[in-house]
């Protein structure tokens, strides 16, 4: 008598604690979503490959656990039924049941298996529209492609043609688009101007005469390719 209240008792226990588990897969869910924004926005501001990468292993953890959650409740569901067909005198150690069914489940786990999670499909699909939308391959970066329009760009670009050395800050002259460093134009300008004189283009070949310091412009881009390729060549040394 007293074993059977004891079965009841854990059978009534083991079945609230399943409608607790099958909460957890909301969460599971609702995670898996989150995750998949997370990759769609990492990707369109542009960000590098390995953060989106690094989604894919959250996705893949998030389905690991969705699977085990799911092996874990069909271990529980499965002893439920077999206890429910034994008769009252045998109480089993539930615990342990449940254990072992769910020790089988796991045995046939492969990583197939769990890439065919849906919203790790769905996840995936997403980020293949994506990139297709925007043009770039599995490999491509924005980070790459900015880095490899600085190399590409001619290295005499870099040059300032007063100084004859690498700029570090690039003015341009919004008249006939050469560039200078800034210290070294600015002075070469007021000098001509207090010998009343004019200032010409000092880049070779420029036709550009009356050079004035308001036709100056900071020329940011360049000045971002020029720091990337300095980067490059310290990170080679
Ligand atoms: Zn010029």
Redesign the pocket.
Known sequence: MAAHGASLLSTSIVENSLSSLKNCQAYIDTGMDIATGVALDLLQTGCEAAEVDGMESVMLEYATLNRDLNQYISAVEETLRKVKRHPPEEVPDLRQLVQTTYEAHQKKNTDEALRNNDKFIQFEDQLRDLKKQMGITQEETFEDDDEEIAVTQSFANFTCPITQMEMENPVK?K????TYEKDAIVRMIESRHKNSKKAR?P?IG???SDLQISDLVPDSALRRAIEIHKRQRQSQH
């Open positions: 002259n008249v006939c688009g050469h283009c880049k420029c036709a550009m």
